[in-house]
């Protein structure tokens, strides 16, 4: 379905959800080295429950491995600092959401690499920034609305 890329995750329990919501959607989850956090964590585990065993992640040693494995015009980055709406993305099934830490978000030099593939979440003005989990569950949800043929889910 879709990739899911957590550039340097440091909060287990964010990565557990979002272990649980790829395994609930049909994406494989990425990570990129270095975490923050063993993937043994007990925190991880605890908030991923019993998916978490079966989600299999694939683990990065750098985002540097992983940008040369992949197809740029498959990226798509998320960031507060995006050109444009995250409705404003054109998801096709096969594309990597990138996500980065809680507490730096995507490095700049990577989001000027790929400005025009870059979206943000709205928020009012008097926010700065979503939860990790809650932003990778927005931008997966509205990639899997515009691919909802190929959803497991009929009826979305």
Known sequence: M???VLVH??????TGNIGRLCI??????HLISPLGFDVDDRA????GLDYWKRLNPTIWESLH????SVDPQRLWLASTKGVRSHFKG????????????ETAGLPDWLLERYRERSVRIPICPEGRS???????GILLYEAIRQNREAFCERDI
Do not use: C, E, M
């Open 24 to 29: 609930n959607t049909g994406a494989t989850l």
């Open 90 to 101: 054109s998801y096709r099934v096969g594309d990597y959401l990138l996500f980065g830490s």
């Open 65 to 68: 491995h992983f940008l040369d």
């Open 130 to 136: 979503l939860n990790l989990a809650v932003s990778v």
């Open 2 to 4: 879709f990739h899911i």
């Open 44 to 47: 991880l585990k605890r908030a």
């Open 9 to 14: 995750p440091q909060i287990p329990p964010n």
